[in-house]
């Protein structure tokens, strides 16, 4: 079964600062990952996804970005957080299921 | 473009009790699978139970268990002898069935925010 490790748990960051969380897969190969947002009490945006190394698509313009340079690595990036950046983001891999990883609350101050 | 709509923002149930959670959805498929989720304060998010949509048989586990209209295109959720670590967000989700180069991605209702009273 997938197990998927995401870090960290939570962040606080001033506006204008580097963004990078981590999301690693154990137990499968080649799965397809996803990065998506949650805001306080609503649902699941869906930021980007990426169906192997190298391949990534975004699902809505943003400040921020992903790369996968492993096959079982999915990294989101941004050069200059914005407050609105702040929310739940949480990690997913398919591969003959979804399992999502624990999240990180990330705060912009 | 698939839809998948939740209508109850916030429902409440009775330890003990029964409650039936709502999810409609719209596509033009005819093949794809539905899931429940369930999202506790901890916000892991958690599979309850998958519905596929070539099976007429409705999906059972334990406590959960889904009524299945196709031709209506409602996927609700009914949680029998509600617990109190019941109580979470409750979400449907929906998605296309996988095939190569497909992104398998998830399209999300809003959620139901479900309180067990003791």
């Known amino acids: 079964s997938q197990t998927i490790h995401q870090w960290p748990a939570t962040l606080v960051q001033p506006v204008g600062s580097p963004l990078s969380l981590e999301c690693t897969v154990e137990?499968?190969?080649?799965?397809?990952l996803y990065w998506y947002r949650q805001a306080a009490g609503r649902g699941l945006q869906l930021l980007f996804y990426?169906?192997?190394?190298?391949?990534i698509s975004s699902e809505v313009p943003q400040n921020l970005s992903a790369s996968r340079p492993q096959d079982r690595q999915f990294i989101l990036s941004s050069k200059k957080l914005l407050l609105s950046d702040s929310g739940f983001y949480l990690c997913?891999?398919?591969?003959?299921?979804?399992?999502f990883g624990s999240g990180t609350r990330l705060t912009v101050v | 473009a698939q839809t998948v709509t939740q209508s109850q923002p916030e429902m409440s149930v009775q330890e003990a009790e029964t409650v039936t959670l709502s999810c409609t959805y719209d596509?033009?498929?005819?093949?794809?699978?539905l899931f429940w989720y369930k999202q506790p304060p901890s916000r892991q998010m958690i599979l309850v139970i998958r519905?596929?949509?070539?099976k007429q048989q409705n999906a059972t586990e334990n406590r959960f268990s889904v009524n299945f209209q196709k031709a209506a295109k409602s996927f609700s959720l009914k949680i029998s002898d509600s617990q109190l670590g019941d109580a979470a967000m409750y979400f449907c989700?929906?998605?296309?069935?996988?095939?190569?180069?497909?992104?398998?991605?998830?399209?999300w209702g809003l959620g139901t925010s479900l309180a067990v009273n003791p």
């Open positions: 989700a929906y998605r296309t069935p996988g095939g190569a180069g497909n992104n398998r991605k998830l399209i």
């Open positions: 596509t033009s498929e005819s093949d794809y699978y």
């Open positions: 519905q596929e949509a070539y």
């Open positions: 137990g499968t190969s080649n799965p397809n």
């Open positions: 990426s169906v192997g190394i190298g391949q």
């Open positions: 997913a891999s398919h591969y003959y299921g979804y399992t």
